[in-house]
């Protein structure tokens, strides 16, 4: 495939979409990022990036190079030869919400023309690419999934704030409803990424995604009960752990936190789950068991919080709790299904002052009724106790040893006295 003047639309300007918009700038495409969010397609136009892992100066460089159009008018879509949605999927009441997705493929739809190519990363269930999405791009193309137009799936791997494992050194799984769509995906790929991995159909690329997540998801609720129960027990998990991590073959390391957040692990596993309770009428238990583990994790650290403040005959009631972290995982702005934002909500129920310190996310994202601070010395020692949620980089761990009475480290962080882990 010739990249030179080929044209890309990329429907999604987020962590998933720019990253790979930007890629495909370096490696000679016209781009058009599309989103529909005027807000963030002003400011992409202004050289400000929304995700960390794309750099202002990497988004300056696209821009000045004049194939990079970012636009929120779906009609930029004209004349594509391939078009990649990754756009949200999220849960609506436990039910995969496909909105964002159907709509991508209806506008897609209104420029699809023979040979153009139209790929789906947004994770969801197996089945949609060829359930969903096709139906929609030939009855608004009058157009034929195959014969006249290629369509194909590759679940999205981008890991936030990740310097090591990148999209362009990132094995990326692709998959084609027939030979000639995968020939055209995975070349499209090839010119991106340093190594491309073929499977059979869309079904088993949207199954890849799926298990990938849900191995995570399970494993982590594995070690969060484990290390509840451990607790109780007075044992220290960490040094389990640490233990068991120095066998080399057989296990993989886990560690507990307060929860899980992101796009992934909160809703991908439930994607799977919905699927096989829908087509096959059976419970997938274990998914349904890790959700139960992770999503009371921030019930737990609200409640070793109270444990911790009652130790010093403190009720949380007016006692002031600073947070440290909003994002829900370290070294980047994305707070989406936090668990801080749920322990902030039950701290403040319970009658809490809450101070909360992230370098990384941006203000609106900071719950109402919540202080935004700066950790510092003083802010360290005027709270009654300082929780660590995000172990961000920024943060000066040091100081807030030095000056915090009481620190709970649900990241077996630190080590002093004034320390109490997870």
């Given at each position: 495939?010739?990249?030179n003047g080929r044209r890309l639309v990329v429907v999604g ?170 020939a055209v995906v995975q070349t499209f790929y090839g010119e ?231």
């Amino acid at each position: 495939m010739e990249t030179n003047g080929r044209r890309l639309v990329v429907v999604g300007q987020g962590y998933v979409g720019l990253p790979l918009a930007m890629r495909a700038v370096e490696v000679g495409f016209n781009v058009v990022g599309v989103d529909t969010d005027d807000d963030k397609i002003s400011a992409i136009r202004g050289g400000k990036s929304p995700v960390e892992d794309v750099s202002g100066q990497r988004l300056e460089v696209a821009l000045a190079s004049g194939r990079y159009q970012p636009t929120s008018d779906a009609a930029g879509s004209k004349g594509f030869d391939v078009a990649v949605i990754s756009v949200p999927t999220p849960l609506l009441d436990g039910v995969p919400d496909l909105k964002y997705v159907e709509q991508a493929a209806a506008d897609l739809s209104a420029h699809l023309r023979l040979g153009a190519c139209v790929i789906l990363e947004s994770t969801t269930y197996p089945g949609t690419t060829e359930e969903v999405v096709a139906p929609i791009l030939e009855q608004g193309s009058g157009l034929r999934a195959g014969p006249d137009f290629h369509l194909g799936y590759s679940p999205e791997r981008i890991d936030p704030g990740n310097a090591e494992w990148r999209f362009e050194n990132t094995p990326k799984v692709v998959s084609g409803i027939d030979e000639a769509s995968l020939a055209v995906v995975q070349t499209f790929y090839g010119e991106l990424v340093e190594k491309t991995v073929a499977v059979s159909s869309p079904k088993e690329a949207e199954l890849t995604k799926l298990l990938e997540n849900t191995f995570r998801h399970v494993n982590i609720a594995l070690v969060n009960e484990l290390a509840m129960f451990a607790h109780d027990l007075g044992i220290d998990v960490w040094e389990a752990i640490d233990a068991a991590t120095t066998k080399p073959f057989g296990y993989m390391r886990f560690t507990p936190g307060p929860g899980v957040g992101g796009h992934c692990l909160p809703i991908d596993p439930s994607y799977l789950s919905w699927r096989v309770r829908q087509s096959l009428g059976h419970s997938f238990r274990f998914v349904e068991l890790a959700n139960d583990v992770n999503d009371h994790m921030p019930d737990y650290v609200v409640q070793r919080v109270v444990e911790l403040l009652n130790g010093r005959s403190l009720p949380v009631n007016g006692r002031r709790v600073l947070l440290l972290g909003l994002a829900y995982k370290k070294n980047t702005g994305d707070a989406r299904e936090s668990p801080s934002r749920r322990i902030c909500e039950l701290l403040l129920g319970l009658g809490a002052d809450i101070r909360v310190a992230d370098p990384h996310v941006v203000d609106h994202h900071v719950p109402a009724g919540v202080t935004r601070v700066e950790l510092t010395a003083e802010e360290a020692a005027s709270a009654d106790l300082a929780v660590l949620i995000v172990d961000h980089d920024d943060f000066d761990l040091d100081l807030l040893v030095r000056h915090a009475t009481l620190v709970f480290d649900t990241r077996n962080r630190l080590t002093a006295p004034n320390v109490v882990p997870l």
